[in-house]
């Protein structure tokens, strides 16, 4: 983005349409550039002056400084200085002030006896009170990342992000729409998703739909046009708040392209919230896979693609899951009503707290969780538990009372996997031929064996060998159901003493 002060836009027949440079402004393009490697080594106040004699030649004063700001991020600024100038001020002003500065000569007298102090020359010294101010800085260093034609390219990019600060709404047809919508999301915009006779458009509402305008709002809003120009093709139409007056602004393909630069680093997830979340929620091994954006819902004449889908794993069952950076209660509301009309659907939304209207929105809609900072995991599994005992419920309907592994030892786990259900649905299911000792089904002569072979005073490592000829890693669970106990000697290991 350029400074708002550096926006050159036309409002001819009602409009709003940014002045973009256009390809016989390459050579301006490039003097610029030249200006600045010309002037390394040299102060900043030489190189401003020397652009500014640039601005009469350009059609107008803003293209050149425009031009000049984008340079400038890839410039080196420098204060080089004999004295630091924050000690040099310091010791002048100690001085004049003990020489009693009333005339042109009490100065000199002054900045003599500073320069003594601090071992310099007066000509150093003078050179040092002020070196830290922006026009003394010296440039040191212009390494330029564009060449001409990429700094036009730049240039329109940035002149057309500013434009968009201060739009209401913006309106987004993309050759590829997934990677908008992740751009969307990443950026912690509200949107919604509309079907149309040309295809799918991406309506972003602006910041003035929030409570208040927030900076940090309207500078995603803008850096969003980085990644919808990536795209092979796409229209933006975008409606701007010009202090107080609605105007239609519309860019295409044709008016603003990403130079040879990565704009923005694409993560593996749009924010950090959704990264932390996601990283929480897997290590906790629920017997839900987590899906990191999945196919669009349709929802009427709207498309809806959530963050993340939590899938049941034994059922064709889907729970979906938004998380919602900048949100309003109207549109928290119109992302649950989306989905409404669609059968088996069902979804869960993470709002953020910090508008202060969390209650209003906890209250009216159950599916709703706030959250501050980062979404808590137990929230989302609570949620998720009230459809999982109900599938559980339903698995263990077609079980029967009774189950019989031919196995002598064998984990729940894997007899879950066999059957296609949960341990948990495991839970009112009999094994008459074994025993459940902890997760683990055991035969009872498996445990008459392990009762001849365990013996109080046995080394716990010795005790844990003979488990492992049985396929049993549990040792605590079978040591309990054996009458055994482990008696701890410090970090040397333990012995099998009997149980109290």
């Known amino acids: ?173 993309s050759s590829d729409p997934k990677a908008l919508i992740s751009a969307v999301k990443r950026l912690g915009l509200m949107y919604e998703v509309r079907r149309t006779d040309s295809g799918r458009e991406v309506v972003v509402t602006g910041p003035d739909h929030l409570f208040r305008r927030t900076r940090r709002y309207g500078t995603s809003f803008a850096r969003l046009l980085r990644s919808v120009a990536k795209s092979p093709e796409w229209r933006l139409d975008a409606t701007i708040d010009d202090r107080g007056t609605d105007r239609e602004l519309v860019f295409t393909d044709e008016d603003v392209s990403v ?75 119109k992302k649950l009503r989306q989905l409404a009309d669609v059968e088996d659907v069902e979804l869960l939304v993470a709002v953020d707290e910090s508008l202060g209207v969390g209650e209003a929105i906890e209250a009216r809609d159950h599916r709703a969780i706030p959250y501050t900072g980062s979404v808590r995991v137990k929230d989302v599994v609570d949620a998720l538990r009230r459809y999982e005992d109900e599938l559980v419920a339903d698995t263990r309907a077609g079980l029967p009372d009774e189950l019989h592994p031919d196995a002598d030892v064998i984990g729940l786990d894997a007899v879950a996997a066999d059957h296609g259900v949960s341990v948990d649905a495991l839970d009112g299911v009999a094994f008459p031929d074994h025993d459940r000792v902890g997760r683990t089904l055991v035969h009872p002569a498996v445990l008459d064996a392990l009762r001849d072979r365990l013996e109080s005073g046995m080394s716990l490592d010795e005790a844990e060998a003979v488990l492992d000829e049985y396929g049993l890693d549990d040792a605590s669970a079978v040591l309990s159901t054996l009458g055994l106990r482990v008696e701890w000697e410090g970090l040397s290991g333990g012995t099998l003493r009997p149980s109290e």
């Open 1 to 173: 983005m350029l400074t708002k002060d550096l926006l050159r836009v036309s409002r001819a027949g009602g409009g709003y349409h940014p002045q973009f440079a256009e390809r016989r402004h390459r050579p301006l393009a490039a003097r610029v550039m030249g200006t600045f490697e010309t002037h390394v080594d040299r102060p900043r106040a030489d190189l401003d002056a020397a652009l500014a004699d640039l601005e009469p030649e350009a059609d107008h004063f803003k293209l050149v400084r425009g031009f000049a700001a984008l340079c400038d991020r890839d410039a080196t600024f420098e204060t080089r200085a004999a004295v630091p100038p924050e000690r040099a001020r310091r010791v002048a002003f100690e001085a004049a002030e003990a020489v009693g500065v009333v005339s042109e000569a009490d100065r000199d007298r002054a900045l003599a006896r500073a320069a003594d102090r601090l071992g310099v020359s007066e000509e150093h010294l003078g050179d040092s009170l002020y070196a830290d101010r922006d026009p003394r800085q010296i440039l040191t260093a212009f390494e330029p990342r564009w060449d001409p034609d990429d700094l036009l390219d730049q240039y329109n990019l940035s002149l057309a992000q500013t434009a968009l600060f201060d739009a209401v709404e913006v309106r987004v047809r």
């Open 259 to 333: 130079p040879g630069v990565d704009p923005v680093a694409e993560p593996t997830y749009d924010s950090g919230v959704e990264a932390d979340f996601a990283a929480r929620f897997q290590s906790l091994g629920l017997d839900w896979n987590l899906v990191r954006e999945p196919e669009p819902l349709a929802a009427g004449a709207r498309v809806m693609i959530p963050d993340f889908a939590f899938e049941y794993r034994y059922a064709d069952f889907t729970v979906f899951f938004e998380i919602m950076g900048f949100w309003t209660p109207d549109y928290v509301e």
